[in-house]
Nanobody, 124 residues
Framework: VQLQASGGGLVQHGGSLRLSCAGT????????VGWFRQAPGKEREFVAA????????YYADSVKGRFTISRDNAKNMVNLQMNGLRPEDTALYYCAGSGYGGNQLYTAAYYPYWGQGTQVTVSS
């Protein structure tokens, strides 16, 4: 599975961005997909995920109520709508594919497939 992340950019505090993760394999639709981010000097952290089985969604506490993850299996795409962006959301955002579901989706080690990052910068 190859994943391609896009949609990053520069936005002001309070603004919105929509990230997209495109999967190139037909089997993409049976993978759970997660978003992670990594800011300079910090460890990579979980942002959001959506299960392949029941489309259940998972969010980090820091983004709940502001970010929404969704998937369009017909387009082999998973989107991350980010509203109310804050300077602390500035990071390189990665999408990743997993064969797992449930609470494993919070952990990067359960994702064997990773796309390249897309930079999100939020100015204050």
């Amino acid at each position: 599975v190859q994943l391609q992340a896009s949609g990053g950019g520069l936005v002001q505090h309070g603004g919105s961005l929509r990230l997209s993760c495109a999967g190139t394999a037909q089997s993409f639709n049976i993978w759970s997909v997660g978003w992670f981010r990594q800011a300079p000097g910090k460890e990579r952290e979980f942002v959001a995920a959506i299960s392949y089985r029941d489309r259940k969604t998972y969010y980090a506490d820091s983004v709940k109520g502001r970010f929404t993850i969704s998937r369009d299996n017909a387009k082999n795409m998973v989107n991350l709508q980010m509203n109310g962006l804050r300077p602390e959301d500035t990071a390189l955002y990665y999408c990743a594919g997993s064969g797992y579901g449930g609470n494993q989706l919070y952990t990067a080690a359960y994702y064997p497939y990773w796309g390249q990052g897309t930079q999100v910068t939020v100015s204050s």
